[in-house]
């Protein structure tokens, strides 16, 4: 074999090696972001796995089981902004109770009008939300006085965690969490009222499209005693929590070709730097790392502040990596071949197909398995 095709399939074996080690390191990493995406969506609707492994768990299943039904169901009819990074998301939703008040004092019956209701008098609350206008539309009472039923209006936002990890390929579980503001799991079981509980066709949500609609309800426990003297140290509180809501997620590939639109480009742009004059290879691969980096400033100003590295991210490493190694070949490789002009056109061409070939598979491989 002829020593400069000899020396050019060692590179190009080098470079294979490292560019199937992180191949296979990016697709490990992805395929980890998207399981806990979707370990993230099953903890909205069913806290109960999540906060089964809390060191302190509320009383056995017996301590509940007088506790009175209570029928809850909600519609939402708008959702007037979402914010991802800001953990933050503005909705109007109708919610309404239907229970029976021989056994039960879920509300004052005596009080029930349609009129407009201060939040700090409604009977439920948000966890984790702010309330800031109600009404009460209908209400009426049986008349065996068995069945009591409310129906309120409310415009309501939440501060809710979204995992960024998958951005731009993100799903989300927007739900509402409702609790009695007296009455403890003791006293009150929420039944979902899963056949009239929907989403309005008007709610849209920009760059999302709207999944299936669930509800549940489900143990919440508060896990201290607040200092009060009365109570217990150890003494916990433990309310039934109804959820309701929707999952969303990101409409196509579409916004991911528009995020990456720039950074693709200038990464392109970098190859071109191997068959550029030797004087333009270096202001062309600098001025392609530049715009990259500023790239990756517009990604952060999307997503919440988060210690882990999202997918978007990701893309941006892999694509600072694959215009590292392109400079390389400014370098390492003027070493390696030594004015060797045959073997120096051996390995530029080898480690421009190579690299080429990674960076569009990585970049095709990524949204796939995101989905």
């Known amino acids: 074999m002829d020593k400069n095709k000899f020396k050019a399939t060692i590179w190009g074996l080098l470079l294979t090696s490292i560019y199937v080690y992180l191949f296979f390191l990016c697709i490990t990493t992805v395929d980890k ?8 969506l099953i903890s909205g609707i069913y806290p109960d796995l999540i906060e089964s492994s809390d060191p302190i768990k509320p009383s056995s299943n017996n301590a509940y089981a007088n506790a009175k039904v209570v029928v809850a169901g909600s519609y939402i009819e708008r959702v007037t902004s979402f914010e991802l990074a800001k953990s933050k998301w503005d909705y109007e939703f109708y919610q309404w109770f239907k229970w029976d008040p021989s056994q039960i004092n879920f509300t004052n019956l005596d009080s029930l009008q349609r009129r407009s209701v201060l939040p700090v008098n409604l009977p439920f609350k948000i966890i984790n939300g702010h309330i800031q206008e109600s009404e009460i539309v209908e209400f009426n009472l049986s008349a065996d006085k068995k069945l009591a039923y409310v129906l309120y209006f409310v415009r309501a936002s939440s501060t809710q965690f979204f995992s960024p990890n998958a951005f731009p390929m993100d799903k989300h579980f927007l739900y509402i969490p409702i609790e009695h503001v ?11 009222d899963l056949i009239s509980s929907k989403i309005s066709s008007r709610v849209k949500i920009n760059g999302y499209v709207k999944g299936e609609r669930m509800a549940s309800s489900s143990l919440h426990s508060y896990q201290s005693a607040y200092g009060n003297p009365v109570e217990k140290m150890n003494a916990t509180k433990t309310f039934n929590q109804y959820r309701f809501g929707m999952n969303i997620e990101r409409e196509g590939y579409g916004y991911y070709l528009k995020l990456f639109t720039v950074l693709l480009v200038s990464v392109m742009i970098a190859f071109l730097s191997f068959y550029a004059e030797k004087t333009d290879k270096l202001r062309i691969t600098v001025g392609a790392l530049f715009t990259t980096a500023a790239n990756n400033y517009v990604l952060t100003r999307n997503i919440p502040e988060t210690s882990s590295i999202s997918v978007a991210e990701f893309v941006d490493i892999i694509s600072l990596i694959t215009i590292f190694i392109i400079m390389c070949d400014q370098t390492i490789l003027r070493y ?6 045959q073997l120096s ?3 530029q061409w ?8 990674f960076y569009v598979m990585i970049n095709i491989t990524i949204p796939i398995i995101s989905k």
């Open 345 to 347: 056109i051996y390995t």
């Open 182 to 192: 007296d009455l403890d799991a003791t006293k009150l079981k929420f039944i979902p």
């Open 33 to 40: 972001i998207i399981k806990q995406r979707e370990n993230t």
């Open 350 to 357: 080898i480690t421009f197909i190579i690299t080429l070939l």
């Open 336 to 341: 390696y071949t030594k004015d060797n002009k």
